[in-house]
């Protein structure tokens, strides 16, 4: 088991930056890669970025290339999504989620939230002026 917390959401205006936070408790953290995910109202979750279980490597979605980036300290169990030139479609619950890396391969569906093996609570982020 492994349980997942997000923490920093607040409002920002546009051009802001913000630094969520992931704290993991339970099982062998390093074992996973997490990703992130967020929710806008009335929309489906969609991926926003990765980073496997080393910090070796990530992938974020085009719209948040060059603006966010996904570091990890597995010694501290967070994962970090720096969020920088914050605009107003990015507002939305943001989730961080961990997929197990046990098995070969795993690292290929980190773009797809049904492979995912734990979800935290989800922290709001509200982009405006």
């Known amino acids: 088991q492994l349980w997942l917390a997000e923490s920093g959401g607040t409002l920002v205006q546009p051009g802001g930056s913000l630094t969520l936070s992931c704290a993991a408790s339970?099982?062998?953290?390093?074992?996973?890669?997490v990703g992130w995910f967020r929710q806008a109202l009335g929309k489906g979750r969609e991926f926003v970025g990765a980073?496997?279980?080393?910090?070796?490597?990530?992938t974020t979605t085009d719209s948040v290339k060059g603006r966010f980036t996904i570091s990890r300290d597995n010694a501290k169990k967070t994962v970090t999504l720096q969020m920088n030139s914050l605009k107003p479609e990015d507002t939305a619950i943001y989730f961080c989620?961990?997929?197990?890396?046990?098995?070969?391969?795993?690292?290929?569906?980190?773009?797809?939230?049904?492979?995912?093996?734990?979800w935290g609570q989800g922290t709001q982020v509200t982009v405006s002026s």
């Open positions: 339970g099982r062998d953290f390093s074992s996973f890669a």
């Open positions: 989620a961990a997929l197990w890396e046990g098995i070969a391969g795993a690292w290929s569906f980190a773009r797809d939230e049904n492979r995912y093996d734990y």
């Open positions: 980073i496997n279980w080393s910090g070796a490597s990530t």
